[in-house]
Every structure is written in structure tokens, then in C-alpha cells.
């Protein structure tokens, strides 16, 4: 089975930057890629970024120039970096693994952290 553990959130201020990470355990050669969705209150998760398991990054558009993904082979973990916080940040943010085989076939997600962007 493939395990997320994500890390990283808290109370930050318009204008920092904060790095959230997300820990793959078990079945991680599974895994064709980490995706990163941004939940804010009332609102469905909303997918903001992607990294596969050969490199290929994708950022959606609003957030592009601020958001940056990259992984840490060696740990099993990727790092999702959200640079000049805004407000409309503060959500909870979650990895998820798009795992190709063995029991945990299909999306396994991570806990969430929370960010929460002060002014």
C-alpha cells in the first residue's frame, strides 16, 4: 500500500514563503505521480500542481511563478513551495499519489495541513 504523510503548514504573512512536504511510504515505485489540490472553505479541492515520476511539472495558471513543486528521491518525499503568500492562499492543502499498481490502485491521499495566510 502507498502511505502519505503530509507536513509543513501553519500560520505564515502576506508575503512569505512556506514549504509543505508530502512523505510517500510503501508501495512508492507504484506511484506515476504526486498532485497537489488547494481546498478552501466551501469550496471542492482544486488540483494546483503536479510532478510525475519522470520529471514532468505542471502548475496551473493562477498560481504559476509561485507555486513550485519538486521530490526528493532519496526520501520518498515531494515538496510543494508557495512563495509571496497571499491571503487567498489560506486553505488546506493536500498531496495526493496517483499509485498504478498493487493494493492501493487509484488516488491515495494525504491527512491535509492547513495554511493559513495572515495580513
Known amino acids: 500500500q502507498v502511505h502519505l504523510v503530509e507536513s509543513g503548514g501553519g500560520l505564515v504573512q502576506v508575503g512569505d514563503s512556506l514549504t509543505i512536504s508530502c512523505a510517500a511510504s510503501?508501495?512508492?515505485?507504484?506511484?506515476?505521480?504526486i498532485t497537489w489540490y488547494q481546498q478552501t472553505p466551501g469550496r471542492e479541492r482544486e488540483l494546483v500542481a503536479s510532478?510525475?515520476?519522470?520529471?514532468?511539472?505542471y502548475v496551473v495558471d493562477s498560481v504559476k511563478g509561485r507555486f513550485t513543486v519538486v521530490r526528493d528521491n532519496v526520501k520518498n518525499t515531494d515538496y510543494l513551495t508557495i512563495s509571496v503568500l497571499k491571503p487567498e492562499d489560506t486553505a488546506v492543502y493536500y498531496c495526493?499519489?496517483?499509485?498504478?499498481?498493487?493494493?492501493?490502485?487509484?488516488?491515495?491521499w494525504g491527512q491535509g495541513t492547513q495554511v493559513t495566510v495572515s495580513s
Open positions: 495526493a499519489a496517483d499509485v498504478k499498481c498493487g493494493p492501493s490502485r487509484g488516488l491515495a
Open positions: 510503501g508501495d512508492t515505485t507504484c506511484i506515476s505521480a
Open positions: 510532478l510525475s515520476s519522470n520529471n514532468l511539472t
